[in-house]
């Protein structure tokens, strides 16, 4: 308030309110901020800073990865979030097609890559096969935030080359002094001037977890660190669950405490109420006088039928249950849930009560997109470095004899992945459309070998094999017929 208001307030206090609400009014009405921006009563509890994002994640980081481990441990709900990444990012894993453009060579190096992917040759524990570090590394990921790989130098196996999987936990926090000139130290990653990562300090743990050492340096090219970064200032991990914690453990709490109202309205409760009392006076606690039943330890069973005292009566503890209000409150939350992590309702509840062919069609669409980032940032941030690591050391192992390799490196380490396939909704109306697409030459044939999880070559070789096999016995199957009318021959 102003001079004048005040004066108009000493003498009018009604008109002084009335003048400043109108002032407020038309403040209101030249305003054109951002209503985001506002702070007055509806944002007034709403207090945010301006920080890097280390800044904001170190303080929370920790305390993020351990509810987000708990909630893993314990909640249904979040594994079967986990499990719908999991299934449909790695699946039943990827096959790998060399590009060298030598048949030859390239049969080499898928034969070698797939007897190296078995747990006692790309392990250096010897516990898991690639598939599976790829299926730990995205549940991980979810979990944790990220996980890290160390790439491990070792004789024993198919090449001198495995892989070490190490958790987040393991970057040392207390380090502080940079193993170079002009670096720094934050979260146990040492960058240059450029913000790049130079090494990695990990703190030395015995099997059960307790530290045993100081930090060890070890350099980039030796560690993979798999995580996503969505802040430029960003240098450590954030569990990618971490919009969705508070609301996974709200319904958990939500569905423990229906269960156990469900439970109380399955117990039949009943109480005796007496018409006169059968004790003395006072609090002498006496026993009621003969004749009278005592309802001391009785128990209901079912078909019982007692008798009761004069004048006593029985009355009925039943408590209402939940459980039909329940169905449609958790069905909102797990959607919540479910787009909070870019899915569907239908792909994290494996619930299709709701749903049609179209209906999943679209909501497998827009759950393959989601997928579709992560599967791009598992192969190349770390499928495709561990294939380059895994060529160079075929190579100099002697496993590989390629002359000119030092000099068309990056030609003979061409490659692709092939996931694995997915099952069909409805496997009439996919194949129509492959057939339609097919002939339109909107695909081609190699484009649909390989959303089947197929090499196309291999699979025209396999078909002209059993076409083949079957013209010899004299058995007609599906597939190409030349103008002779036989099915073709091996040439």
């Known amino acids: ?125 010897g516990q898991q096969s690639f598939s599976q570090m790829l299926r730990m590394a995205v549940r991980r990921k979810k979990v944790d935030g990220g996980i890290l790989f160390k790439k491990c130098y070792t004789s024993g196996g198919l090449v001198p080359f495995k892989l070490q999987a190490l958790e987040v936990d393991e970057l040392s926090l207390s380090w502080s002094t940079p193993h170079g000139r002009n670096h720094k130290v934050a979260g146990g990653i040492e960058y240059n001037e450029y913000n790049r990562p130079v090494g990695y300090w990990l703190t030395q743990y015995s099997v059960d977890g307790c530290e045993i050492a100081s930090p060890v340096y070890y350099d980039a090219k030796d560690i993979i660190f798999l995580y996503s970064k969505r802040r430029p200032s960003q240098v450590r991990e954030v569990s990618d669950m971490a919009p969705t914690l508070t609301r996974i453990r709200d319904a958990n709490e939500f569905i423990t405490a229906v269960s156990v109202k469900e439970r109380i309205a399955a117990c039949l409760s009943v109480f005796i109420k007496k018409a006169l009392p059968v004790s003395g006076f006072g609090r002498s606690g006496s026993v009621a006088p003969g004749g009278t039943l005592n309802y001391e330890g009785k128990k209901l069973a079912p078909g019982m039928i007692s008798e009761l005292n004069a004048g006593d009566d029985i009355q009925v503890v039943n408590p209402q249950g939940a459980g039909a209000d329940a169905s449609n409150f958790l069905k909102m939350q797990q959607r919540l849930i479910g787009s909070g992590q870019g899915l569907s309702y239908e792909a994290t509840s494996r619930d299709m009560s709701e749903t049609n062919y179209s209906s999943a069609r679209q909501a497998g669409i827009e759950d393959d997109l989601t997928f579709a980032e992560e599967v791009e940032l598992l192969q190349e941030n770390f499928m495709d470095e561990v294939f380059e690591s895994f060529v160079i050391s075929c190579v100099l192992s002697g496993k590989l004899k390629i002359r000119d390799f030092w000099e068309h490196k990056s030609d003979y380490l061409l490659h692709t992945w092939v996931a694995s396939p997915k099952r069909w909704i409805d496997p009439l109306k996919e194949a129509n459309a492959n057939r339609i697409a097919m002939e339109s030459g909107q695909k081609t044939f190699a484009q649909i070998a390989a959303e089947n999880g197929r090499d196309w070559k291999g699979q025209l070789d396999e078909m002209a094999e059993v076409q083949a096999y079957a013209a010899e016995k004299g058995v007609q199957i599906g597939g190409v017929i030349n103008e002779t009318g036989k099915q073709p021959q091996d040439t």
């Open 1 to 125: 308030m102003n001079i004048l208001d005040s004066v108009i307030g000493f003498f009018s206090p009604e008109t002084a309110c009335r003048r400043a609400v109108f002032r407020e009014s038309l403040n209101d009405m030249q305003r054109h901020g951002y209503d985001a921006g506002d702070h007055r009563r509806l944002n007034s509890g709403w207090a945010a800073l301006i920080e890097s994002a280390e800044m904001t994640d170190r303080t929370s980081r920790d305390t993020i990865r351990a509810r987000a481990r708990d909630l893993e441990r314990n909640s249904d709900m979040m594994n079967g979030l986990i499990s719908a990444f999991v299934r449909n990012i790695v699946g039943g894993g990827f096959t790998l097609q060399a590009k060298t453009g030598k048949e030859k060579l390239n049969g080499q190096i898928e034969t070698l890559w797939r007897d190296w992917c078995k747990a006692k040759n790309c392990d250096v524990t």
